[in-house]
């Protein structure tokens, strides 16, 4: 499963810069309008209380002594904890494995946010004689009528899972802001096989295919044939998903050629392979978000738009309608004023989304990773244990500290390992988040540490922040550990970098770009701890340096740049998409390193605007980067030997770049040695400010003895470091890091979610034109859950015919206690016949809403 790239990830600087804002909408449809949440009066003053004890310990760095991670089949993974061959398989299971995990009498996580669908091929193709009918907008749009995801979820996930139907996550924070919007396009798009197959046949005509005596599509005499990748691995559930699509469209007319494949197999086809060519028509796609993400507004551009992040097939293919691009660019970089203004724009581009259908949601899952009784895991609410950034921090066995945990997973090395633009796979990220410096919730960038009940950030390495906005801004501070203020007007200052002159190697200053002045609508001030550079160390040893945090964003800007000896165009899009809400950053202080960050884009969560601009991915990918691994890839990728990304790789027919295996580690190995040889500064007339001499050997010197003791060149700063690998035989081994500067339990707080569980009960008649009032009860492990921690009881109340008739608040009776009360002009909305109350509990604690429902009868 490939993991959300911010779902609107650029990079630590430039996802942060284009953070998602999780405003409140208010819905642009039905008769009813929905009010916002309300918000909390108080910020937040220190992290949760744990609902279990906190272990003491003087340990530092992560609590075991070694993870060993290898490839576990799904099919096996329950009889293999039984079998005590491993300890945890951290892939996420189906929803129709969870009675085998109980009856195992294995404990395991639950989370959500998982999501298949059917990712479609949007390009003419280069063989004239070939007809792709999904190069048709409206067959596309077809497709959402066609698929009953209610049988899927039912015969195929057991009914554990959510249809899903839209971009978002079905029952997430930006789902139930929605909830009007989302339930009338449900309402609009549910299955109906007959009107697929008129819309598809009214299409299919029209581009000049016939409909053959047996029922088959014909183009110029050959059948219509649709290759469908379908993968085979994985929780076993997209090859069943994969057959029955198959089985929809051939009812249709169409011929399918079921091609089963594993991830190592379908990936280069359908993300590595010219559209155009015709290598694939239809794949069995699946993501997960980063982490619990509280807004998903970046999710119209990347999964729909020629300037997604991604930045590959079959996204650049995508020709969109105007109006979708305009609205998917604007809502990315934030390109709103208010509230009310990001809302309409984002239920338009929900239905638009769905003209399109680039991408087919099928199902939101509910999932499981099981691991045995001694084992203690932190996950992720919304993605689980692979996408939770203190995952592996807290990952330990019980009363105990040391030891070895035997991991299974997925996959691994699913594509090769560099930072830049390398393997986007959840089990891939997973392991290069225990190697960094925590993540933040937006964009995989470290020096914040994501909260996976909330999706908001606490401080992982920074002292303090502060955050200044444009007056007027929907910005809400939730915690208190960052210092926030409202101000008139932002000035950029002239000596904050804003672009890369690729030609002199020197940044590009605000006062040059805009010689007139410019503002931003945020400013973020990060200070780092004073001993930073003695108490942070590289695995290798070295201190990290003022050059590691300079260092990424210019190669970020670099590859985009066609002057610069690493220009990749597929990296250009990513970059000319950031710019223009862009707003600079500068140091102002080395000691203590302060770092400012201007830009036009926004977070509505005041603490994940902050930008601690550390030193990881510069393309939004997990891990961390040296600034001496990056000078000597961007030696060999300049040479023409290897490329740090897919697409360059094939276009060039050179090898893509791994840090960790292949024939990479010996073109590296020499470049090492070339840069060693000459003291190679990079960058140099930007970097030697911020570099020395004496540094830079000592951090060749390094750099050396450990590619002599490993065998790689993966480097962080994280609680473990990267051992011994073993990219054939898919295993790898990870130890405990002592240099790391915070103590085991320092998170060990986030232990046990509270989530609310709520119970909704009213009169099985109701009258039209009468008040009728249900009762709503919340609670926490059967105690009632306190008030105060509850944002908002939202209900939705629906006619026979499913449609949205009102949408207000429940009003608080006691603690845990809420009421509906329906008035006489909603329940005279109603037609006689069944009718359904349905309620969405937003608590604070957690960001995962609870839902139920109560059908009622109206006379």
Request: net charge negative; glycine share 6%.
């Amino acid at each position: 499963m490939k993991i959300k790239r911010l779902y609107a990830l650029l990079s630590v600087l430039v996802v942060l810069s284009m953070a998602l804002a999780a405003c409140a909408p208010a819905t642009s449809e039905g008769p009813a309008t929905t009010e916002e949440p309300v918000m909390t009066e108080e910020a937040a003053t220190e992290e949760p209380a744990a609902t279990e004890e906190v272990p003491a310990t003087d340990r530092r760095g992560g609590w075991l002594d070694e993870i060993v991670f290898s490839v576990v089949s799904s099919d096996s993974a329950i009889s293999q904890l039984e079998a005590g061959a491993i300890d945890f398989y951290s892939f996420n299971l189906s929803s129709d494995t969870l009675q085998d995990i109980k009856d195992a009498g294995l404990n395991y996580t639950q989370s959500y946010g998982g999501n298949y669908g059917i990712s479609l091929n949007p390009a003419v193709f280069e063989d004239a004689n070939v007809l792709n009918p999904f190069s048709n907008r409206k067959i596309r749009e077809a497709m959402n009528w066609l698929i009953d995801r209610n049988y899927i979820n039912q015969e195929i996930y057991g009914g554990g899972s959510l249809p899903k139907l839209l971009p978002i996550t079905t029952q997430l924070v930006e789902y139930t802001n929605l909830i009007a919007t989302a339930r009338a396009l449900e309402t609009k798009y549910a299955y109906n096989l007959d009107k697929a197959k008129e819309v598809i046949t009214a299409e299919m005509e029209g581009m000049g295919a016939t409909l053959g005596d047996d029922g088959k599509w014909q183009y110029n005499g050959s059948p219509v044939t649709l290759i469908f990748l379908i993968r085979s691995d994985g929780d076993g559930t997209r090859q069943p998903m994969g057959d029955y699509v198959s089985n929809q469209l051939e009812a249709v007319g169409f011929t399918v050629d079921r091609q089963y494949k594993t991830s190592s197999e379908a990936f280069p086809i359908w993300l590595g392979t010219d559209a155009r060519a015709g290598q694939w028509n239809l794949y069995t796609a699946g993501y997960l978000p980063s982490g619990l993400t509280r807004d998903e507004r970046g999710n119209i551009q990347q999964y729909y738009l020629p300037t997604s992040i991604q930045a590959s097939e079959p996204f650049i293919s995508n020709v969109a309608d105007p109006e979708l691009q305009k609205l998917g660019d604007d809502l990315a970089q934030g390109n709103f004023s208010t509230k009310e203004e990001r809302d309409e724009m984002m239920a338009r581009a929900l239905e638009l989304s769905l003209e399109d259908s680039l991408f087919v949601w099928v199902v939101d899952q509910l999932v499981y990773a099981p691991y045995n009784n001694n084992v203690s895991v932190t996950y992720d609410l919304a993605a689980g244990y692979e996408s939770a950034a203190m995952g592996n921090y807290n990952l330990r066995l019980v009363d105990q500290e040391g030891g070895t945990m035997r991991v299974g997973t997925n996959d691994l090395f699913t594509q090769p390992w560099n930072t830049i633009a390398g393997s986007n796979w959840v089990w891939d990220s997973n392991i290069w988040r225990a190697t960094s410096m925590g993540a933040s919730p937006v964009s995989g960038g470290q020096g914040l540490m994501a909260d996976p009940y909330t999706g908001l950030a606490w401080p992982q390495r920074i002292e303090s922040a502060t955050l200044e906005y444009e007056a007027g801004l929907p910005i809400v501070q939730n915690l208190d550990w960052l210092t926030v203020t409202e101000v008139d007007q932002i000035p950029v200052p002239e000596d904050a970098w804003v672009d890369w002159n690729a030609a002199d190697q020197t940044f590009i200053t605000a006062g040059e770009k805009f010689p007139d002045g410019t503002t931003a609508k945020v400013k973020s001030t990060v200070v780092y701890p004073a001993d930073l550079f003695e108490t942070v160390k590289w695995h290798d040893g070295s201190p990290i340096s003022v050059a590691d945090f300079v260092m990424p964003f210019i190669v970020f800007l670099d590859r985009a740049k066609p002057e610069s000896p690493i220009y990749d165009e597929s990296a250009a899009l990513s970059v000319d998409a950031f710019l223009p809400s862009f707003k600079g950053w500068r140091i102002t202080s080395t000691d203590p390193l302060t770092i400012e960050y201007y830009s036009d884009s926004y977070n509505a969560d005041a603490e994940l605007n902050v930008l601690p601009l550390w030193p990881g991915s510069p393309t939004g990918l997990s891990g961390e980067n040296s600034w001496q691994i990056l000078a000597v890839s961007n030696l060999a990728e300049a040479a023409g030997e290897v490329a740090y990304s897919a697409d360059k790789a094939d276009l060039e027919q050179i090898e893509q770049m791994s840090w960790v295996g292949g024939p990479s580690l010996e073109v590296l190995k020499k470049y090492l040695d070339q840069a060693q040889a000459e003291n190679y500064i990079p960058y140099e007339a930007t970097l030697s400010q911020f570099l020395t001499p004496e540094e830079a050997a000592l951090r060749y010197e390094n750099l050396n003895k450990w590619y002599a003791d490993h065998g790689h060149f993966w480097l962080g700063t994280g609680p473990y470091y990267l051992d011994q690998v073993f990219t054939t035989e898919k295993s790898l081994v990870l130890k405990h890091f002592a240099d790391f500067p915070d103590l085991a339990n320092r998170w060990s707080s986030f232990s046990d979610p509270k989530r609310a569980t709520v119970v909704l009960d009213g009169p099985g008649q109701v009258t039209a034109g009468e008040e009728a009032v249900f009762d709503v009860i919340v609670n926490f492990k059967d105690e009632p859950y306190a008030n105060e921690d509850i944002k908002q009881v939202k209900y939705i109340l629906y006619d026979t015919t499913g449609a949205v008739v009102a949408i207000g608040d429940a009003q608080a009776v006691g603690e845990g206690q809420f009421q509906v009360a329906l008035d006489a002009e909603a329940t005279s909305q109603l037609a006689t016949g069944s009718a359904k109350l349905e309620v969405a509990v937003v608590p604070i604690p957690v960001a995962i809403p609870a839902f139920t429902s109560f059908d009622f009868v109206v006379q």
